[in-house]
């Protein structure tokens, strides 16, 4: 059973727009929700993390939206670079520090020039 | 870079064989995960260990096996291969009892022919 459904699975966006990537949780016991980038042949890389105790957490141009009523939240990438363009995975762990991350099936980005 | 290390980059071999994936963490990290990354299934967890001991075991496979050496270096041995072991191997590695990020190695990229 997917634990987190992430959505949409791939998205086209201009240069200097926003791409937006969604994703839902089933499970209520999950409370570190990490978003990660990933480069081809490349590791997944952390780029920002939320706690439901906040509902936005924005570092630079990324910003992560979190409604924790509907059990969704979001990536938003502002002002969207070439550089941007890569996978990116949400993701949830439950209870305290160190348990295991349930990923979401990923977002293929691409940014036009 | 993460400071995680996993050796080797690729593995080609033929199915039935064994193979050995090894795993540096970061320093200072006593908890080292392995994850699998495969176009079908998405990542996914495979196993969990924290200062040598197992702590976590999710869909890993009873060919597949892992241990963590008192240098906090892991392996991860999968036996009997199949062609449908094909995929990507992650090692992450995090501070237990710290925030919960989990920061992840380049990846061993396994064929099986």
């Known amino acids: 059973q997917q634990q987190v459904k992430q959505s949409p699975q791939s998205l086209i966006v201009q240069k200097g727009g926003i791409s937006i990537i969604n994703c839902a949780y089933e499970?209520?016991?999950?409370?570190?929700f990490p978003w990660y980038q990933q480069f081809p042949g490349k590791g997944p890389a952390l780029l920002i993390a939320i706690r439901p105790d906040v509902s936005e957490k924005k570092e630079g141009r990324f910003t992560i939206s979190f409604n924790k009523s509907a059990k969704q939240f979001s990536l938003h990438i502002m002002d969207s670079q070439p550089g941007d363009s890569a996978t990116y995975f949400c993701a949830a762990t439950p209870g305290a520090a160190g348990n295991k991350l349930t990923f979401g099936g990923g977002t293929r980005v691409l940014v036009k020039p | 870079d993460s400071g995680v290390t996993q050796t080797p980059k690729h593995l080609i071999t033929a199915t039935g064989q064994r193979v050995t994936l090894r795993c540096s963490p970061r320093?200072?990290?006593?908890?080292v995960y392995w994850y699998q990354q495969s176009l079908d299934q998405g990542l996914q967890f495979l196993i969990q260990?924290?200062?040598?001991?197992?702590?976590a075991k999710g869909n890993i496979l009873e060919r597949f096996s892992a241990q963590q050496f008192p240098d906090l270096h892991s392996e991860l041995n999968l036996s009997s291969l199949e062609l449908g072991d094909s995929a990507l191997y992650f090692c992450a590695s995090s501070v237990v009892g710290g925030s919960g990020e989990q920061f992840f190695g380049p990846g061993t990229r396994l064929t099986v022919l």
């Open positions: 499970n209520t016991a999950f409370d570190y």
């Open positions: 260990y924290y200062n040598g001991e197992e702590r």
């Open positions: 320093s200072g990290d006593l908890s």
